[in-house]
């Protein structure tokens, strides 16, 4: 029988193939020790995909339990399903170089763990839990499952208490709230790593809970660059960061989202912790998940992505969220490929997040940063309760007014802003000068613009706008509001 065989056939468990997403069934009897003992040797190796031969009347192992070899423990091999045959496919975490044909593998009783403990902030490690920042080793830390079942629904509580980020679009269009969801969703190179490294630096800095950040599946040097960034910034000490870039394999991409959950749940109900949690990049997560659903040749769904994306992204999303000890916060940038707003593995994430800032491309080209579209921005804590009543009208008059620009641009380019009734020219103009106000410089490219980075209070973007909005500012040229903090700076020029 062929691989793809054994791989769609379907019979009873653990004596024919049976698939199952790593998300749907979680088996806490694996972190105890048994007496027994599986027993194997590799048959085949296809990609990270190891198969693993036993004999008849066999002990197996469970589902998501790792497998080991007496000549190599740095061998990981995640049980993952099994077939008619006498064997099981096993992820490989491990290198492949490692692997050869009769290898014999045997069972180590537990699941994959992650070590945590608050020594981990300040630190930088990888899916083995092995430090990747030259600090040293680890030292007394305990070690825990990154599979975890979904807490009770009974335990979970949400809150309208806002967190300010210090970046005047975001506080005031897509207000983000203690224990909610907010994505930065743009395609390759507007800016996403760069504003949340600006939010990871500008709410850690002045919040007395711990950060946890996941880099999935992204750039080496852009991994790099954070740490330095975070630790120049003086707030790495309250930081725990986990990567599984881009040179890693499938199955070590996929798994870090689940490591990083861990962590924060941690840090939420063992340390009692509010957790900001940083995922750069979700739709990588999504993407390593595709890699291995191919090379398990399960039949795709729309658009080549794996059958069990909905239910993988929903218990990633799923666990983080705030109990009655502590909070979980999440931040997260998602990739856009070829731009496309609608492909499904981005809409699937959106679906999951209280705000969703869009970055444009056509906005950034015009060397407005940050280039977020506030149009097609939403946020489900712009209200009246959330904000008050003087936030929510402000910035519902500051949409009316950007639709209207957006509604006379296309006039003024093709007849001029002359031509423009009196009223008109002074919507499009009051709406310029919100535009360029919304533009600021960050504490993450100081190096790269030479501009000194600004936080900027909510409830003074609020009343500016506010007096952009009146015609307070009429008088203020537009191009003087580029890249300021207030409009009390423009004054003191």
């Not at 629904?153 to 300010?164: A, F, I, P």
Request: hydrophobic share 40%; glycine share 6%.
């Amino acid at each position: 029988m062929s691989q793809t065989d054994a791989l769609n056939n379907k019979s009873p468990a653990h004596t024919s193939k049976t698939e199952i997403a790593p998300e749907t069934v979680i088996d806490t009897s694996l972190t105890h020790a048994r007496s027994e003992k599986f027993a194997g040797r590799i048959r085949r190796v296809h990609g990270q995909i190891v198969e693993v031969e036993f004999e008849k009347n066999q002990f197996l192992p469970k589902f998501f339990e790792i497998l080991t070899s007496p000549e190599n423990p740095q061998v990981k091999l995640e049980v993952y399903a099994f077939t008619e045959r006498n064997s099981l496919y096993c992820l490989s975490v491990s290198a492949k170089n490692l692997l050869h044909r009769d290898m014999p593998i045997t069972s180590t009783g537990s699941p994959l763990t992650i070590p945590v403990s608050p020594k981990l902030l300040g630190r930088l490690i990888d899916l083995y839990g092995q430090p990747r920042d030259n600090l040293g080793p680890l030292q007394d830390v305990d070690q825990v499952s990154i599979y975890q079942a979904n807490i009770s629904l009974d335990t979970v509580e949400t809150t309208e208490q806002l967190l300010e980020t210090g970046i005047k679009q975001i506080d005031l269009f897509t207000p983000f709230v203690r224990g909610g969801k907010i994505g930065f969703v743009g395609g390759a190179g507007v800016g996403k790593t760069v504003i949340m490294t600006e939010l990871l630096r500008n709410i850690t800095y002045k919040t007395s809970g711990v950060a946890v950040f996941a880099g999935i599946g992204e750039r080496i040097r852009e991994g790099h660059e954070l740490f330095e960034t975070v630790k120049a910034s003086g707030v790495l000490p309250k930081i725990a960061m986990i990567f599984g870039q881009m040179n890693e394999n499938a199955i070590i991409r996929f798994r870090v989202a689940w490591a990083a959950t861990a962590m924060a749940e941690y840090f939420r109900d063992k340390m009692k912790k509010d957790v900001l949690f940083f995922c750069d990049n979700t739709y990588r997560f999504i993407q390593a998940g595709s890699e291995v659903s191919a090379l398990l040749e399960s039949i795709p769904s729309e658009l080549g992505y794996q059958a069990t994306m909905e239910s993988e992204i929903s218990n990633f999303e799923n666990r983080l969220v705030s109990t009655k000890d502590g909070s979980i916060t999440s931040v997260q940038t998602v990739y856009v490929p070829a731009d496309e707003l609608t492909d499904v593995a981005v809409s699937a994430i959106i679906s999951h997040l209280n705000a969703v800032v869009i970055l444009s491309r056509p906005i950034a080209s015009r060397g407005y940063y940050p280039p977020i579209d506030s149009l097609l921005s939403s946020t489900s804590t712009l209200n009246k309760k959330t904000v008050g009543e003087d936030h929510y009208e402000t910035a519902t008059k500051a949409l009316e007014l950007l639709h209207n620009h957006q509604r006379l641009s296309r006039i003024v380019a093709i007849v001029g802003e002359s031509e423009l009734s009196p009223y008109d020219r002074l919507v499009f103009q009051r709406a310029k000068r919100i535009i360029n106000f919304m533009t600021q410089p960050f504490f993450t490219t100081e190096a790269q613009t030479g501009k000194k980075g600004k936080i900027v209070p909510m409830k003074n973007t609020v009343a500016d706008v506010k007096r952009i909005i009146s015609g307070e500012a009429d008088n203020i040229p537009a191009e003087k509001m580029m890249y300021i903090g207030t409009l009390d700076e423009i004054k003191a020029l």
